[in-house]
């Protein structure tokens, strides 16, 4: 027997935004910490990451078991289709595309600053070296899998269900605002769209499985282009090969987000609905 959708009460927006936020302090002060300590900086990273988890599985408690049936909805192992795997798993590839097209668009049209130290190199050398194998999969299982699960659950599952009764396009901004402000700054705009595709996957199924492989997909992938890829690259953003390299790259970010986009466009049975908050 379905069970009805429990309304959100007003103020459950904002415990998860403090617990969020309560999250991300003890992971920055864990990380700064065992840095001091002589720890590298991608193991303390990811070792700060898997310690404040129950940090945040905590504080979420209360308001993951009240709308524990939303939430079993949105993972119903029904909804996990071979389609919506392959159809995932090639939008988290296209955003990974979109994300280096538009890195490389910033930085060949100016508008990605570079250190000033950073040493001239009109062109991009990389070097395709990984850590350790033990750090590549502590990174898979918490940037690859663990991030993802919880980020789904807190900024789709549950801030974008908290205001979808004033409308699907309002729930979806505030979700993707939120999850904006929680990453680096100088990622906030490509982190934004991400938001609202990840958002959009949710409201047009009401199921968590869309994103949540999407964003596993994406996040796993940072592990081996961004960890082992080692590049240099510096160019003059004035002249005329990088003003076609930027052009190129912007047609190719556009070409990919748009294709998720479209991926995710399509309304299906079971879309997101929500009562009003109690």
């Not at 979420?60 to 392959?86: C, G």
């Not at 595309?97 to 990389?126: K, N």
């Amino acid at each position: 027997m379905r069970q009805p959708a429990v309304p959100f009460r007003r103020g459950e927006f904002l415990l998860v935004v403090l617990a969020i936020s309560a999250s991300q302090v003890v992971r920055a002060w864990l990380a700064i910490e065992w840095r001091e300590d002589g720890i590298s900086a991608t193991t303390a990273t990811n070792l700060a990451s898997l310690a404040s988890y129950p940090v945040l599985v905590l504080l979420l408690l209360p308001v993951v078991w009240r709308h524990r049936h939303l939430l079993a909805r949105a993972f119903r192992p029904a909804d996990l289709t071979w389609r919506l795997l392959v159809v995932a798993v090639a939008t988290g590839v296209l955003a990974r595309i979109g994300y280096w097209a538009w890195l490389v668009s910033g930085i060949a049209l100016g508008g990605q600053t570079m250190p000033d130290d950073a040493p001239f190199q009109p062109w991009p050398v990389f070097v395709f070296e990984c850590p350790p194998a033990w750090l590549i999969g502590l990174g898979l299982l918490t940037v690859g899998v663990l991030t993802p699960l919880t980020e789904e659950i807190s900024h789709r599952g549950l801030i974008q269900s908290t205001v979808i009764h004033r409308g699907k396009w309002t729930a979806i901004f505030v979700s993707a605002m939120v999850f904006t402000l929680f990453h680096r700054p100088d990622t906030y705009s490509f982190v934004l769209v991400m938001g609202f595709l990840l958002g959009l996957q949710y409201a047009n199924t009401g199921s968590l499985w869309f994103s949540l492989v999407t964003h596993i997909t994406y996040n796993c992938l940072i592990q081996f282009d961004w960890i082992c890829l080692r590049g240099q690259w510096r160019p003059d953003p004035g002249g005329d090969d990088m003003q076609t390299v930027g052009t190129v790259a912007a047609a190719t970010f556009a070409l990919s987000l748009g294709a998720c986009f479209w991926l995710a466009g399509e309304r299906r049975a079971g879309a997101l609905t929500s009562p009003r908050p109690g």
